[in-house]
C-alpha cells in the first residue's frame, strides 16, 4: 500500500481533489466549523467517496503536525512527479519548447512554495535547485504551493553549474536575473527553450552560477524598492517568455 502523508490547508486539498482525489483517503474537519468553505469542501470530498471525520482542533494539531491548518487536513497516497532532469526533457511532448526554472540559494520553504504555484501557473516543466542551498517538499512547501508541488517536478542537482552546462548541451539557453546589468528582460529573445536562473533576494546568484548563464538581464524597477521577492521576480520573468511565445512574429 502506497505511504499516506497529511495535506493540511484548504488550497491544498481543494488541489489534490481536483487532480487526483482517487488519492485522498480521509479528510479530517474541525467539529466546530460549520461556514460555507467547509462544507464545499465535505460535499467535493463526498462527490468522490471520501468520507469526512469530524474531529476537535488538537487532533488536527496532531496530524498537521502543529502547522497551520485552517481545521482541515486530509490522509493522502504520496504522489510521485518526475525525479530526473533526463526524464522530464526526453518526456516532453512533440513541439513542447522547454521551460524551466532554476533556483539558487532559495531555502525559505514559503519562497519554494510560491515559486512552485507560479511555476505551475506559466507551465513550467521542472524547477531545478542545488541540493545543498535548497529548501525540500514539506507541508508547509505544499500549503504555499496550492498543489503545484505536486504537478511541477522539483529537481535538486548535486553540482548547479554542471547542469546548467547540461542544459546549454541541449540547446538550452540559460538567462541569469541581475539588478546590475543594462540589458532589461524585454530587451532579449525568450521565445526559443530557455532556463530562468534566480538566486536569494539581495544576494543573487552564487558567482559560479552567474558565470555559467549564457547572458543576464535586470527587472526594471521603477519605484524606490530596490528588488522583487523572489517569487514575484520568478513571475515576471516567466510570463514575459510565455507572452514572448504567444505574441504574434514580428512583420519585417
Excluded at 479528510?27 to 462544507?39: E, G, N, W
Amino acid at each position: 500500500m502506497a505511504r499516506l502523508r497529511a495535506l493540511h490547508g484548504f488550497h491544498a486539498i481543494s488541489a489534490r481533489l481536483r487532480h487526483n482525489a482517487a488519492s485522498v483517503k480521509e479528510l479530517y474537519v474541525d467539529a466546530s466549523r460549520h461556514d460555507a468553505r467547509i462544507r464545499s469542501l465535505i460535499a467535493r470530498a463526498s462527490e468522490s467517496g471520501i468520507r469526512s471525520i469530524p474531529v476537535d482542533g488538537r487532533r488536527l494539531d496532531g496530524l498537521a503536525g502543529n502547522a497551520p491548518h485552517q481545521g482541515v487536513v486530509a490522509m493522502a497516497e504520496e504522489v510521485k512527479v518526475a525525479t530526473s532532469l533526463d526524464d522530464v526533457l526526453d518526456d516532453l511532448p512533440a513541439g513542447s519548447i522547454p521551460l524551466l526554472l532554476v533556483l539558487d540559494g532559495i531555502t525559505d520553504p514559503h519562497n519554494l512554495g510560491a515559486c512552485l504555484r507560479v511555476a505551475d501557473g506559466a507551465g513550467v516543466h521542472a524547477v531545478i535547485a542545488p541540493k545543498d542551498r535548497a529548501a525540500g517538499i514539506g507541508a508547509t512547501v505544499e500549503k504555499v504551493a496550492s498543489g503545484a508541488a505536486e504537478t511541477v517536478p522539483y529537481i535538486t542537482v548535486t553540482n548547479l553549474a554542471r547542469t546548467l552546462r547540461e542544459l546549454k548541451e541541449r540547446d538550452i539557453r540559460i538567462v541569469g536575473t541581475s539588478d546590475d546589468v543594462t540589458a532589461s528582460i524585454y530587451d532579449i529573445d525568450l521565445r526559443g527553450p530557455v532556463a530562468w536562473v534566480l538566486g536569494t533576494e539581495g544576494e543573487g546568484m552564487r558567482r559560479l552560477t552567474r558565470e555559467t548563464c549564457d547572458e543576464l538581464a535586470r527587472i526594471p524597477m521603477q519605484g524606490a524598492v530596490e528588488s522583487l521577492n523572489v517569487s514575484v521576480a520568478s513571475g515576471v520573468c516567466l510570463y514575459e517568455s510565455v507572452r514572448q511565445r504567444r505574441a504574434p512574429p514580428a512583420i519585417r
